[in-house]
C-alpha cells in the first residue's frame, strides 16, 4: 500500500513515479509531488520507485490567479 | 498629508502590539505574480507593515484586470511592479519595496528570491505554478512557498481552504475551480485566497509556523 493525498492505494507490483502519474491520468508539468516529506525534482520521476508505505502528496495546479 | 514613520509605526503598533510589529516589520515576503491573487496580497501585507516586499511581474494592466485586481483606471498601461508599489506607498512610504519586472523561470528562479523568507505564489497559468513550486523546494533550503489552486468564480466561500503540504509549501484554495473552465475570475472569490495566503504569511511571520493550526 501507498498512502497518496490521504488515501490508502493498492501497490500491485513495484512501480515508478511516472509510470503511475501516468496511469493516474496527471499531466506531469501541471503537479509537484512530495514523498515521504521531500519534493520529488521533475527529473528524478522516471527513476523514482514506489515501495509499501511510501507517503505522496501529489498537489495539481488548475488555472487562475 | 504627510505623516512621520514614527506616527506610523505608533498608528501599528496601536492596532497589532509592539512585539507583533516588530516582527512584521522584520518580515520579508516576495510575491510572484501581481494579479487578482499578488496585488491583493500586497495590499494586506503592506497594510500591517510588512517591512520588506518584493514584487515581481513581467506584465503591465490592462482593462480586463479591473474586475478584481487592485488597480485603477489611471494605472492601465503601467507595468504592474510600478503601478503597485507606487499604491503600497501611499498606504505606507516607509516599506522596503522592491520591484523585478521579470517574467520567473527555470532559469532564474534559483536566484531570484535569495532575500526572500516567505514567498506567495500569485500567478494565474498552472504550468507556471508548478514550475515555481518545483523550482523553490529543489533550489531552496528555507524559503517557505505559500501557493494558490482554485479560486475562480463566485459563492462557496467556505470550500477556499488553506493547507499544510510540508513545513516549507502551503497551498490556498479549493484544488479544483479553474479560470478556463465556467465564469472565471471574480474580484470575491479571488481576494478570499488571497487574504488566505497572506493571513498564511502574517502567521508564518509572527509564529514562525502555522501548521499546528491546518
Redesign the interface.
Known sequence: MVRINGEDKPLEEPTTLLVYLEQEGYQT????V?KN?E?I??SCYKETLLHNGDVL?I??????? | MRFTEREIQEALCERHTAAIQEKLNRGRVAIAGLGGLGSNIAFSLARIGTGHLHLIDFDRVDLTNLNRQQYLMRHVGMFKTDALKEQLLEINPYLDIRTDCVRVSDENVASLFKEDTILCEAFDVPENKAMLVNGILENYRDLIIISASGMAGYGNSNTILSKKITSRFYLCGDGVSDSRKGPGLMAPRVALCAAHQANLAADLIINGTAGDRL
Open positions: 508539468n501541471r503537479i509537484a512530495e516529506g519534493i525534482p521533475k502528496e498537489v495539481s495546479f488548475v488555472g487562475g490567479g
